[in-house]
């Protein structure tokens, strides 16, 4: 259900690193939990965060929910088909990411969680 | 000090049947009711182009009956009763002396004597309670909260009637909108009502809570071949918000008078006297100073309930609701702006999460159904 290629935090994003970036997205568990997604609101890219920083929000019809960087980073890109289809995260929520970002530091990882770890915080 | 108890939810006769379908249940107004079942967006669609199938047994009824019914009725609601015949309904409020809302409500003719108030499920005790003192002193009249007699299952969309007529013997064409008549559906004595909250035609199926069950299994069996949907109250929303349909507590309340919700057709103006009614004469006479507008997003963003209302730098009000609709696919919503700033085409701003985002007056509502 939840890849173990990634990592997880307890307010339900998944960040995927490779090397120095990493792609942020929101776990299966998240999407349900919203409902239908009608709006991605997206930082700009080189917009800095810190981790746990507020970097934009996701809305379905009902509810609104703020999305949290997982890692401190820059924005290198964001996922503009988001603009246009943002129900495409419900269809694959983990295929789809929302932004990549430039680690501040590759190996600061306290607070996240693993695939099992997830799996048994949503279960 | 130790908390006051909190009341376990109310569960309708039709709780079972949304678990087993898998809806999401929500806590609303007292009662454990189903946001949704497949999405929100699927079944708002689905009313729109089918048909979709809501328990709406949360809501309140409220019987007036006895020799000078109508006489108490025309007491405490907004709109002139004695203008229903036996068989039909009206939209109307419940006026606070100011000329606000305490409610909404729909008023059924039972019989001469015989009124059944539909309220809403969040305000059915305040209402009970405000109903039963406004009527006293009017004479030969008693008010009975016979809310747990009911159940009420609605099924609204352009396939309505067709799904509905297979389950009975009653003309359901010849029942006229905001008409109501006595006969079984699916076996079950039921009162049939061409009234609804969605923008769509539709029936409002009152039964009695013990054979609720089986009604609407058999409304979803029979119409789930021509598209019927079971719809929750997230679709609800949605739906009665593209039609313009005013929520009570949120778009209506005591704050906001009948006139100023646009709402001043569901008075009776020649009515000597009701509750509210020297209040709403000065005020049609001096003219409002605000009004509910409806509103569609220009710059991109969604407007939410309670987020703050701009024109120019003054802040005005509150987005009174909002959303992002499935159908027409707009950020849409529903505020009160200064007479002057409230005509088609003029622009206020909505303050979403810290920034103003552009929005403009459109006229009301903002879906109408194609008529056949």
Known sequence: ?123 | MTDAPVAAPLKTPLHGRHVALGAKMVSFGGWEMPLQYSGITEEHLAVRRAAGLFDVSHMGEIEVAGADALAAVQRISTNDAARLEVGQAQYSALATPEGTFVDDLLVYRLGDEHFLLVVNAATIAKDFAWIRDGIQGVGDAVAVNTSSRYALIAVQGPRALEIVQSLTEVDLASIGYYRFATGEVANVRSTISRTGYTGEDGFEIFVAPQVAERLWGALLSVGAPAGLRPAGLGARDTLRLEAAMRLSGQDIDETTSVLEAGLGWIVGWEKPEFVGRAALVRQRAAGVTRQLVGFEMVERGIARHGYPVYVGEDRVGVVTSGTRTPFLEKAIGLTYLPRAASAPGAECAIEIRGRRVRARVVPLPFYKRPRG
């Not at chain 1, 307890?10 to 998240?30: F, N, Q």
């Not at chain 1, 999407?31 to 810190?50: I, R, S």
């Open chain 1, 1 to 123: 259900m939840y890849p173990s290629d990634r990592q997880y935090t307890t307010e339900h994003e998944w960040i995927s690193v490779s090397g120095t970036t990493a792609r942020v997205g929101i776990t299966d568990y998240a999407q349900q939990q919203l409902g239908d997604v009608v709006f991605v609101e997206l930082p700009d890219v080189g917009q800095t965060f810190d981790q746990g920083a507020q970097f934009g929000s996701i809305e379905s019809v009902k509810a609104v929910s703020d999305l949290y960087c997982p890692m401190a980073g820059t924005v290198v890109e964001v996922n503009t088909t988001l603009v246009d289809r943002p129900e495409t995260v419900n269809a694959d929520p983990h295929g789809v990411w929302i932004i990549a970002i430039e680690l501040t530091s590759p190996d600061q990882t306290a607070g996240l969680i693993d695939a099992a770890a997830y799996a048994e915080l949503v279960s």
